[in-house]
């Protein structure tokens, strides 16, 4: 098996992911508006009573990366879904009796999930854009802040993969993974300033991930926290975000990869 | 083992599942551009030897060599040669008949030209041109069947394997997959092919060979077989339940085996060789003893006959 094949085939599978997002495009439309519905609600019912300062322009600025971070990873459980109803329906079964390559599936499949991530954040910025929120940087730290919201997703989509086969039930992954993703994306400074939290929450929002992840693109954004108190006693992972986020996306990539490739090669329909 | 006239090989195959053996030592041969059929009921095996062979299944022990390949030594260089349809339909439904196929030419690595040519080719072989162009998701169930075996066809696989291809049709729609399946037979392809109907294995296959608990039980062509087990099927039901056995004596010598009885239902079934005139005969003799007879009829085996008279067991009676 050449490297060339390697690249057609996972080519090949992400072409045939993405054709269901252009022949079903309500699920592009509901993708995207349960992101938008977020960036609204947060922004206008809750924005006046978080919004430690008052002003709720302030608040939507700091809240944009928050909500890009929370999407991307509640778009992760795509790729579970996905590879879940391919188990099902023994499309995977017909993958596996072909003369591909192995890894093609599940990085066609985690591929075209960033894609489908690109076209999610274009629409959410828009909504952003229209709501007040302002990218205050240059252009290559921009860019370089939804690159790295796309790692990030894209390493959670390997352990939605392995889930996804391993659980191949399209429902019982969505059900299973909110449970997780839920507290991922709320214990933590995506929505609220990290100082509002009490002691114990505190530290496990410092730590996790996704508020390295939604730092590092304020930072590059050039969204400023509206309540610089909690800048003096941030933890390593707020003081290190790209770094952080960085070292999470790799680790998470070595360890959900090989776990996902395995479980492929043992998935079974039925 | 590396006969180049056998297309198919397996021997010693045994695969468990902790506590339950699935397959215990099943051997197979399958001369090239032959047609084997593997019958028996759900939960024989059928479907683990097929996933075995396909490589998507790794035995416990044993072996298997597909034309010529090692299917544990090299099982991509075996998928390669082989060609599989399941027992569902795995098609994409959101892909049109076309994508469907030149997906899987281009997984083949056909080349992009040569994978549009084929799906084409292959649209139009199993007339479906007209809907190629539509998501399959509109199609009924004997198109996406078809197309589904049309999947298997892409890459002009000598060896076959096609699980259950009709289960779940309709009558039509089952009568017209037979004659796709045996144009291709007709064309030098090696097929196996499970199923659980003995009609469906009579008018497709050369060799069939019994599966019950993981094991064969019986193999050979189809009129060995039934030969074996008794052409038709004489069943009698009477009007006094108290008198069954005296009618399953009477009746014993028309047969060519000995009649089974169903108390409950008041009814006997025994094999005949002469049909309509065992039919007619065992009812003369039943009436001249005034043995009043409710219902009478003769019937083609079915898998549960195979079952009764190889095993004493019908198929439902099988954990």
Sequence with gaps: MSTLDVVTDASVVAKRNLIKIKRVPDLLVFTTLSPIMFVLLFAYVFGGAIDPTGGGAAYREFLIAGIFAQTVVFGATNTGAGLADDVKKGIIDRFRSLPMAPSAVLTGRTLSDVVNNVLVLVVMSITGLIVGWRINTGPLEALWGFVLLLIFAYAISWIMAWLGLLIPSPEVINNASFIVIFPLTFVANTFVPLDTLPGPLRVFAEWNPVSAVTQAARELFGNPDPNPMSAASLAWPLQHPQLYTLIWAVAVVAVFAPLASWQYRRAASR | ?319
């Design chain 2, 1 to 319: 083992m590396n006969t180049p006239d056998v297309a198919i090989e397996v021997a010693g195959l045994v695969k468990r599942y902790g506590e339950v053996t699935a397959l215990d030592g099943v051997d197979l041969q399958v001369p090239r551009g032959t047609v084997l059929g593997l019958l028996g009921p759900n939960g024989a095996g059928k479907t683990t030897i097929v996933r075995i062979l396909t490589t998507l299944l790794q035995p416990d022990a044993g072996r298997a060599v597909i034309d010529g390949v090692d299917v544990l030594a090299e099982p991509r260089e075996v998928r390669r040669r082989l060609g599989l349809s399941g027992q569902y339909a795995a098609v994409d439904e959101y892909l049109t008949g076309f994508e469907n196929l030149d997906m899987i030419g281009r997984l083949y690595h056909l080349g992009r030209r040569r994978s549009r040519e084929r799906a084409r080719e292959l649209l139009e072989q199993f007339s479906l041109t007209d809907a190629g162009d539509r998501p399959t998701r509109t199609y009924s169930g004997g198109m996406r069947r078809r197309l589904d075996l049309a999947g298997a066809l892409v890459a002009h696989p000598p060896v076959l394997f096609l699980d259950e291809p009709t289960t779940g049709l309709d009558p039509r729609s089952r009568t017209e997959m037979w004659g796709v399946i045996q144009q291709l037979v007709a064309g030098g392809t090696t097929l196996l092919l499970t199923t659980q109907y003995l009609e469906e294995a009579d008018v497709l296959a050369d060799d069939i060979v019994v599966i019950d608990h993981g094991r064969a039980i019986a193999r050979g062509t189809a009129d060995q077989l039934k030969a074996q087990i008794g052409g038709e099927r004489l069943e009698l039901t009477v009007s006094d339940e108290g008198r069954l056995d005296e009618a399953a004596r009477l009746v014993t010598p028309l047969g060519v085996a000995p009649p089974v009885t169903d108390e409950h239902r008041r009814s006997l079934t025994m094999p005949v060789s002469g049909g309509v005139k065992a039919l007619r005969q065992a009812l003369d003799l039943l009436e001249s003893e005034a043995l009043e007879v409710d219902d009478a009829g003769v019937r083609r085996p079915t898998l549960d006959d195979v079952f009764l008279t190889l095993t004493g067991s019908t198929t439902e009676e099988s954990p």
